[in-house]
């Protein structure tokens, strides 16, 4: 299970953290990812890390203010969100995969994870 928390009002320029809680697995045998969905938008990728932390990815529109540390000891993977945009709107849900893949598709690809929180609204005012 996936537990998806830290959403919240913020103005723009503003920071936030989100957090996903993990239960019913060893969280060090998932990759996990951070995807988001805007009203009337289809769920894109954001951002996601490799089991190990070795590896990062993010979306082009979050690099350089987003980043997805997790902590295997405190099952648990964050989104810490910073100079948020208006545009960065919507609700962010967590997902995990067992599933060993090295290429950057299977990271930023919904269909490639197994498991999905219940999603947390962000909201960036202008």
């Known amino acids: 299970q996936l537990q998806a928390s830290g959403g919240g009002l913020v103005q723009a320029g503003g920071s936030l953290s989100l957090s996903c809680a993990t239960s019913g697995g060893t969280f060090s045998n998932y990759r996990m990812g951070w995807f988001r969905q805007a009203p009337g938008k289809e769920r894109e990728f954001v951002a996601a890390?490799?089991?190990?932390?070795?590896?990062?990815y993010s979306a082009n529109s979050v690099k350089g203010r987003f980043t997805i540390p997790r902590d295997n000891a405190k099952n648990t993977v964050y989104l810490q969100m910073s100079s948020l945009k208006p545009e960065d709107t919507a609700v962010y849900y967590c997902a995990a995969s067992k599933t060993y893949y090295t290429s950057r598709y299977y990271y930023t690809t919904p269909r490639f994870y197994e498991y999905w929180g219940q999603g947390t609204l962000v909201t960036v005012s202008s």
């Open positions: 890390i490799s089991r190990n932390s070795w590896t990062t």
